[in-house]
Each structure stands twice: as structure tokens, then as C-alpha cells.
């Protein structure tokens, strides 16, 4: 037992020197949330493909009239992508709810709300930046020119983590809640109104020769509210979730 | 129409609940750390789970936590760690309520739940490495190695935690304790799922945290290998 004894105390006197410190809590989130999507290929792939498919059902449904595809093709890719980034959302804290490793992350030493948006951090990258890169292909569908595309997806690249931070919030208020992923669709796709308003906007007022500058200012300025409060709102549901 | 059983209140120490809260005037590194819980009460819903708990532990002492199942012991254990909000009472680490300042406490206190707290995707080092790094702490690869072998772990480092058995996983949870530097350890039933020899090496490592000042609150129905300085039945 003496081995035992001298080695719980060692590496604690070599922590309490200070030499050891990780990086910083977002980054570790986001690193293990990474890590583990990696490991966990397909659902990463889910959100994908749903996009994938909608996006392309609508063509198919349609029909070959390039003039309304082009009228419906920012909306429905806009629709497509917002439903596609609620997919991964009842898995974003369920998982870590369910093992105790949320329980952790909120007793760590350090801020729960960087984790928690390191949390979110992962969630966009790994459910809403592929849509974005997969957006002007899609576009290409609906008949969109390359000037448009590329609104597409500046419209998209700002509107997505929008998504991932307001969906987290949801996620978080509706953690343990039997038939959460119901409710959950209810409660954000509301919320997610201006996002899609402003995002779709974009691109149908580029298409009307337009300045497309208020529409994503507005949705630039969305996204920087939200980077403010949804993660110190989703800590406080997710603490209340934990009670 | 609840009737609320008498209150478990062994550990009672007396003129405890008069102690100052929040003074000012005491430095607090010389004050040697106490963990004091003061009047706590907590109830589940509507039944009331227990109240009137009042203790202190000091450095090299440690709180046995009994009771029946679903008598409140891990409630109490999340009320202690601040998961959960007590109805009435506080607890408070070195004389500071621990929600004035839950960063220090959090610093000082390791709690392993009844969930694992392991993902089953990552390896059993990985698992370890990422608990510790999300506790703020940064182990070389050798350290870790160490503490998986002082565990019995070393043939487990690269299997996933979904191939562990209980036990095992059980273990590479108190491979957290040999790394995480922490005063007060909160473990609930700790014992449970190891086996006879793996219930000694957890009996010697909290027999070293307490040698070395540290303070402990465990539960367990089975035997402990270290005398309980204190017992509380819930």
C-alpha cells in the first residue's frame, strides 16, 4: 500500500505548483465534442444527407420550370438548413446529460458557460458548417446564378451558428423532458423566424438587384446578441435541468 | 399529511450552526479547511427527504453516508457538491458559503456520481485524459500510464470504456482521484461494483487522502476498509 500512498500525493503537489494547466474550457469542449463526432461518424452524416435530400426533393417534386425553382430555391434551402441543424439538437446534451459528464463539466473549476459554448462550437461545425459548404452545389438545382450562390452561402455562414446557438438554448431547456424532440422543434423553429426571414432575404433581394448589405447586417448583428446570451442562458436551463 | 421522519443527526456538533459565514477578517489559507453543513434540508417533490443534518469535517476525517435506498443519501451528496439547491441551510468549505465562491469550492472537490461519467466512443486513457482536462488539469502521458497501472488498468488503456466491465469502469473513475489534486472527495457507493482486492486499493487511496489532510464523504452499504471518523444515517 505504500506505493499507493506516495502516489496520490505526488501528482498533487506537482498540480498545486501550477505547472499544469490545459487549455482553455472552451477549446477542451470543443475538442472532446469533436472527438467524439469523429468517432461517431453517422450522425454527422444525418444531418448532412437530410439536407441533401430535401434540398434535391423539391426539383424532383417541382418539376422543370427553372423560373419558380429560382423564386423557391433560397427558401427551401434556407427552410432545408434549419431543419437539418435541429436533427443534431436533442443529441447535443442528452448524451453528456445521461452519462453524468454534464454533472462534471459543471462542477469543473472552471466556467460552464465557455464549456458550454465550446459545446456549441462543436455543434456548428459539425452540423451547420457542412450545410454551408454544401449549399452552392445544391443551389445549383434551383437554377442559382454564381452571384447568388455566393450570397447563399454568406447569408448561410452567418445564419447557421445563429441557428446552432438559439437551437441550444431549446436543447437545454427541454433536457429530460419525455417526448423532448417534439417540443424541441416547437419551441425553436419560432425562433429561428428572423434567421430565415433576413437569410432567404438575402438572396431574394440580390436576385431583385438589391443591396443584400441590411439583410445580412441584421442577421450579423443577430448572431453576435446571440453569441452574448445563448450560452449563459443554455448554462442556467442546463443547471435547472441537473437540479 | 407528509410526515417527515426524525432527522438523522449523529454527527451533530454543537455551536457549529452559530459559526460566522462569511468573515472577512480571517485569511484563508492558514485556516484549515472545513467542510460544515448547516441545517440542510432537502425534500423530493413533495416528500421531505431529510432535514436538520448538521456536521463539520475536518482535515483527515471522513463522513460515512447510510440509509435505505431512496433515502436521500445521494441527494444530500449533490446538495453538498452544490448540484442541487438545498431547501433550507448551506453548506459552506473553509467558512465560506460555497455559493459565494463556487470556484474555489469546485477547485477543492471531486465528485463521482452514480453515472460513470465515461464515454463509451473513447478509450479508457482518453476517457481519463478528457475528464481531467475539463477539471482544468494537464497530465503527461507517463502520469497517466501510472495512474491506469496503480488501477490495474494497463492491459484497458486503449479499449474502448463500451468493452469495460463495471468494475473496470468503476476503477478508471478513482483514476481521476489519484490525478486530480482535491481536498474533499464526494464519492457516491464507490465500493459497489469492485471486486475484493479493487476494494482495497480504494480503501488505501482514501486512507492517503486523509493521511494527507483531506477530507471525505462517501456512501456505501457495503463495509469500508477505513474506519468512518463519522456516520451519518439518513
Known sequence: MSALVEGATVPAAAARAGAARTHGPLFVAL???????????????????FFVVVTSLFPLGIGPEPELLRRIGPGALWVAALLATLLGLPRLFASDHADGTLEQMALAPRSFALQVAGKMAA?????????????????LQFGLDA????????????????LSLIGAIGAALTLGVRGGGALLALLVLPLYVPALVFGSGAVEAQAAGLSVRAHLSILGAMLVLALCFAPWATTAALRIAME | MHRSPPPGRLSQIKG??????????????PVPCVLTATDLACSRGER???????????GGEWLHVRGANGSGKTTLLRTLVGLAPADTGSVSWCGTDIRAEPET???AVVYLGHPAALKDDLSAAENLRVALEVDGVAVAAEALDAALRRLHLEGEHDLRARQLSAGQRRRLLLARLVLRPARLWVLDEPFAPLDAASVELLGGLLRAHLDGGGIGVVTSHQAVPVAASRELVL
Open chain 1, 31 to 49: 475538442r472532446r465534442d469533436l472527438l467524439l463526432a469523429a468517432r461517431h461518424r453517422s450522425e454527422v452524416f444525418t444531418a448532412l444527407s
Open chain 2, 16 to 29: 457549529l450552526s452559530g459559526t460566522p459565514m462569511n468573515d472577512a477578517s480571517v485569511p484563508r489559507t
Open chain 1, 147 to 162: 452571384d447568388a450562390l455566393g450570397v447563399l452561402v454568406v447569408s448561410l455562414l452567418v445564419g447557421t451558428p445563429l
Open chain 1, 123 to 139: 455543434h456548428w461545425l459539425v452540423c451547420g458548417l457542412p450545410l454551408v459548404l454544401m449549399a452552392p452545389l445544391l443551389g
Open chain 2, 105 to 107: 469550492y469546485r477547485e
Open chain 2, 48 to 58: 421531505r427527504l431529510f432535514e436538520g443534518i448538521d456536521f463539520a469535517l475536518r
